[in-house]
């Protein structure tokens, strides 16, 4: 990263490459784009799309909501690249160009109220076949996984012109979000979706350039980002969304993981949100824990983002488990990462970032239930349902 870029904002940088000042209500840039403040609405699916992968009037209000209430980038959630990685009927998608004008009504809004937005980009790969049943369009998957529970027919081994055609579904998406006026789009390869497959020798077990060593297995999200370069015309930020490590053992390791961010970084993606890849079994072994009601539970991918932030010349986001305004604070004044991610306690509070700038010592009211991711599974309303109990 270029250090004149941080001179517009006045934020001077010190020789370990982490923030000299705590300024986290200052703006803040990521690559050609300046936020107003270090605070980002995670990625989250929200389940309220169109059938047709439009936004929806409820995703207009979400969105409105999170930038009136001082979040300074909102990442959309899941927003699907090509038909073979769609793993909702109620997701976003940039497959096709019929949804570019509710996106430009969406970007539209959250810029009236002084936020940045960007479009997360999406596969969901073999994770396809787990919740969509579409004889039409199988899902994708690196490779043949003998031992997993799921029908082989389901899925279909990627070939090299499955390959191609997904890395540029990744350029063509780009190119409509940067149409659509989002600011910047950021790559999901974390959570067990197809890059995340792609990355961990537990999915991906391929004999040719794109499996094997580290090198091979990182190929396709190289070859994404030179991929949205050329279809965007460049100095447009292209962020990832990276899971350093799996849950599951014998998975994708955390040494490897910090070198991959390295080469992100150097093959140019704008800033880094450090989470899990695979999940494991249970909550507890995902990225959403619950029972985070003490200090030393919040901030559990803490330990991952202060080993790399040293390896990048890039911002790196941290997400998980933050509900303390002091930890943030605290965490932004070590170093140990750039940007303050928050997904579950904005859905209870979207203003709550606009709390804090008042009242430094207000409690996030979030209580880490995962009720409602629950909800989204059952299919009902998206938001917080402790919030509707206490309303009622």
Known sequence: MKKSLYSAVSLLWNEKGGPSLNRIFEPFPVGSLVLRNRFVRSATYDGSAERNGCVSAEQLRICSD???????????????????????????????????????????????FGAKIAAQLFHAGIERAKFIKAKDQPAFSPSRIEDDLLDPNSYQVMTEDDIWTVIHAFGEAASRAKESGFDAVQIHAGHGYLLSQFLSPLT????????GSLQNRLRIHLEIYRQIV???????????????????????????GKQTCRLLAETGYAALEISLGLRGKGYSNSEFRTQINTLDREAYFRPWCKEVRPEVKVPVMIVGGLRSFSL?????????ADLIS?????????????????????KARCVSCNKCFDALIKREQFGCVQERMDLK
């Open 328 to 336: 943030m604070e605290e965490i932004i004044q070590s170093g140990d």
């Open 66 to 112: 999170l930038a009136r209430g001082g979040v300074g980038l909102i990442i959309t959630g899941i927003t699907y690249v090509h038909h073979s990685g769609r793993i909702s009927g109620f997701q976003n998608s940039l497959a096709e160009d019929h949804c570019i004008p509710s996106f430009k009504e969406l970007t539209s809004a959250v810029h009236g």
């Open 230 to 256: 050329k279809a965007t015309g460049g100095n447009y930020p292209v962020m990832m969304k990276i899971g350093v490590q799996d849950g599951p053992p014998g998975g994708f390791s955390f040494e490897e």
């Open 342 to 362: 928050l997904s579950r306690p904005l859905i209870r509070e979207p203003q709550l970032i606009n709390e804090w700038q008042r009242d430094p010592a207000y």
């Open 204 to 211: 991906n077990r391929r004999t040719d350039i794109w499996g």
